[in-house]
Protein backbone atom coordinates (compact mmCIF):
# COMPACT_ATOMS: atom_id res chain seq x y z
CA UNK A 1 0.00 0.00 0.00
CA UNK A 2 1.38 3.25 -1.13
CA UNK A 3 0.86 6.16 0.35
CA UNK A 4 1.75 9.91 -1.23
CA UNK A 5 3.37 12.33 1.11
CA UNK A 6 1.34 15.52 -0.35
CA UNK A 7 -0.64 16.12 3.13
CA UNK A 8 0.06 15.96 6.72
CA UNK A 9 -3.03 13.84 7.14
CA UNK A 10 -1.26 11.15 4.55
CA UNK A 11 1.50 11.59 6.54
CA UNK A 12 0.00 11.21 9.88
CA UNK A 13 -1.60 7.87 8.36
CA UNK A 14 1.74 6.72 6.57
CA UNK A 15 3.82 7.13 10.25
CA UNK A 16 0.68 5.24 11.85
CA UNK A 17 0.45 2.05 9.45
CA UNK A 18 4.24 1.82 9.80
CA UNK A 19 4.44 1.98 13.92
CA UNK A 20 1.46 -0.73 13.69
CA UNK A 21 3.83 -2.70 11.19
CA UNK A 22 6.68 -2.86 13.12
CA UNK A 23 5.05 -3.34 16.37
CA UNK A 24 3.50 -6.80 14.47
CA UNK A 25 6.37 -7.66 13.55
CA UNK A 26 8.31 -7.22 16.78
CA UNK A 27 5.08 -9.24 18.29
CA UNK A 28 5.57 -11.63 16.07
CA UNK A 29 9.20 -12.06 16.34
CA UNK A 30 9.12 -12.13 20.37
CA UNK A 31 6.25 -14.91 20.59
CA UNK A 32 8.57 -16.62 17.91
CA UNK A 33 11.41 -16.40 20.49
CA UNK A 34 9.50 -17.69 23.69
CA UNK A 35 8.16 -20.67 21.56
CA UNK A 36 11.33 -21.06 20.47
CA UNK A 37 13.07 -21.06 23.81
CA UNK A 38 9.62 -23.30 25.29
CA UNK A 39 10.59 -25.88 22.93
CA UNK A 40 14.18 -25.90 23.74
CA UNK A 41 13.39 -26.00 27.79
CA UNK A 42 10.30 -29.06 27.14
CA UNK A 43 12.17 -32.28 26.12
CA UNK A 44 9.75 -34.98 25.79
CA UNK A 45 9.99 -38.06 28.08
CA UNK A 46 8.98 -41.56 25.73
CA UNK A 47 7.12 -43.61 28.00
CA UNK A 48 7.46 -47.04 27.44
CA UNK A 49 3.98 -48.61 26.90
CA UNK A 50 3.97 -46.09 23.79
CA UNK A 51 7.67 -47.78 22.93
CA UNK A 52 6.20 -51.16 23.21
CA UNK A 53 3.82 -50.81 21.42
CA UNK A 54 5.18 -48.77 18.17
CA UNK A 55 8.74 -50.07 18.28
CA UNK A 56 8.24 -53.35 19.11
CA UNK A 57 5.11 -54.21 16.91
CA UNK A 58 3.10 -55.31 19.92
CA UNK A 59 -0.68 -55.41 19.78
CA UNK A 60 -1.90 -57.42 16.74
CA UNK A 61 2.13 -58.32 14.63
CA UNK A 62 2.69 -61.29 17.32
CA UNK A 63 6.51 -60.26 17.64
CA UNK A 64 8.34 -61.73 20.68
CA UNK A 65 9.85 -58.98 23.01
CA UNK A 66 13.47 -58.43 23.03
CA UNK A 67 14.63 -59.40 26.71
CA UNK A 68 17.09 -56.44 26.87
CA UNK A 69 14.18 -54.02 26.26
CA UNK A 70 12.44 -56.31 28.72
CA UNK A 71 15.30 -55.99 31.57
CA UNK A 72 15.73 -52.68 30.90
CA UNK A 73 11.88 -51.64 31.14
CA UNK A 74 11.67 -53.91 34.60
CA UNK A 75 15.32 -52.20 35.97
CA UNK A 76 13.84 -49.06 34.67
CA UNK A 77 10.64 -48.79 37.46
CA UNK A 78 12.51 -49.92 40.37
CA UNK A 79 13.72 -46.24 41.38
CA UNK A 80 12.32 -42.91 40.96
CA UNK A 81 15.81 -42.44 39.06
CA UNK A 82 17.33 -44.66 36.92
CA UNK A 83 21.15 -44.38 35.39
CA UNK A 84 22.25 -47.13 33.15
CA UNK A 85 26.18 -46.89 33.31
CA UNK A 86 29.80 -48.61 32.78
CA UNK A 87 32.10 -48.06 35.77
CA UNK A 88 35.09 -46.85 33.62
CA UNK A 89 33.15 -44.70 32.17
CA UNK A 90 34.32 -40.75 32.74
CA UNK A 91 30.83 -39.20 31.36
CA UNK A 92 28.73 -42.11 33.47
CA UNK A 93 30.98 -40.77 36.24
CA UNK A 94 29.66 -37.11 35.74
CA UNK A 95 25.99 -37.95 35.23
CA UNK A 96 25.99 -39.78 38.79
CA UNK A 97 27.39 -37.00 40.26
CA UNK A 98 25.41 -34.67 39.25
CA UNK A 99 22.12 -36.35 40.18
CA UNK A 100 24.03 -37.15 43.93
CA UNK A 101 24.97 -33.70 44.15
CA UNK A 102 21.06 -32.79 43.89
CA UNK A 103 19.77 -34.96 46.19
CA UNK A 104 19.19 -38.09 44.94
CA UNK A 105 19.68 -41.33 45.44
CA UNK A 106 19.65 -43.06 41.74
CA UNK A 107 19.37 -46.61 41.21
CA UNK A 108 22.59 -47.11 38.95
CA UNK A 109 23.42 -50.18 36.84
CA UNK A 110 27.13 -51.06 36.18
CA UNK A 111 26.39 -53.08 33.15
CA UNK A 112 30.06 -53.86 32.37
CA UNK A 113 29.60 -55.73 35.92
CA UNK A 114 26.04 -56.95 35.11
CA UNK A 115 25.28 -60.38 34.28
CA UNK A 116 23.15 -59.28 31.12
CA UNK A 117 25.05 -56.26 30.66
CA UNK A 118 26.02 -56.35 26.53
CA UNK A 119 22.05 -57.41 26.25
CA UNK A 120 21.07 -54.48 27.67
CA UNK A 121 23.57 -52.18 26.38
CA UNK A 122 22.76 -53.36 22.90
CA UNK A 123 18.81 -52.72 23.42
CA UNK A 124 19.79 -49.09 24.97
CA UNK A 125 21.77 -48.32 21.95
CA UNK A 126 18.86 -49.11 19.61
CA UNK A 127 16.23 -47.62 21.82
CA UNK A 128 18.47 -44.45 21.91
CA UNK A 129 18.89 -44.49 17.85
CA UNK A 130 22.77 -44.63 17.65
CA UNK A 131 24.45 -46.85 15.60
CA UNK A 132 27.34 -49.24 16.62
CA UNK A 133 27.39 -51.15 18.98
CA UNK A 134 30.15 -48.77 21.38
CA UNK A 135 29.06 -45.31 19.61
CA UNK A 136 29.58 -42.36 21.67
CA UNK A 137 27.20 -41.03 23.66
CA UNK A 138 25.37 -44.18 24.58
CA UNK A 139 26.08 -44.23 27.63
CA UNK A 140 25.20 -43.46 30.26
CA UNK A 141 20.97 -43.62 29.98
CA UNK A 142 18.80 -41.93 32.62
CA UNK A 143 14.78 -43.26 32.85
CA UNK A 144 13.23 -40.45 35.68
CA UNK A 145 10.51 -41.42 36.60
CA UNK A 146 9.93 -44.84 34.66
CA UNK A 147 10.29 -42.90 31.66
CA UNK A 148 13.50 -41.92 29.14
CA UNK A 149 14.83 -38.57 29.62
CA UNK A 150 17.99 -39.83 27.17
CA UNK A 151 22.44 -39.82 27.70
CA UNK A 152 24.19 -37.74 28.52
CA UNK A 153 23.57 -34.95 26.00
CA UNK A 154 19.81 -34.43 26.97
CA UNK A 155 20.41 -34.91 31.06
CA UNK A 156 22.84 -32.12 30.96
CA UNK A 157 20.80 -29.83 28.42
CA UNK A 158 17.94 -30.46 30.69
CA UNK A 159 19.89 -29.75 33.47
CA UNK A 160 21.25 -26.56 32.43
CA UNK A 161 17.57 -25.42 31.30
CA UNK A 162 16.13 -26.01 34.36
CA UNK A 163 13.92 -28.64 33.27
CA UNK A 164 15.69 -31.67 35.10
CA UNK A 165 14.22 -30.65 38.64
CA UNK A 166 10.70 -30.34 37.61
CA UNK A 167 11.02 -34.10 36.19
CA UNK A 168 12.89 -35.01 39.47
CA UNK A 169 9.84 -33.54 41.23
CA UNK A 170 7.02 -35.38 39.65
CA UNK A 171 8.88 -38.41 39.76
CA UNK A 172 9.01 -38.20 43.57
CA UNK A 173 12.85 -38.41 43.26
CA UNK A 174 13.61 -34.71 44.74
CA UNK A 175 11.87 -33.03 47.84
CA UNK A 176 12.31 -28.95 47.23
Known sequence: ??????????????LSFSLTRLQSNSV???VKKERKERSKMQYQ???????????????????????????????AAESAVVIFSVSTCCMCHAVKGLFR????????????LHPYGGDIQRALIRLLGCSGSSSPG????????????????????????GSL????????????
Open 1 to 14: MALTLSSPKNLSQS
Open 45 to 75: TESWGSYKMNSLGFGGLGMVADTGLLRIESL
Open 101 to 112: GMGVSPAVHELD
Open 138 to 161: SLPVVFIGGKLVGAMDRVMASHIN
Open 165 to 176: VPLLKDAGALWL
Open 28 to 30: STK
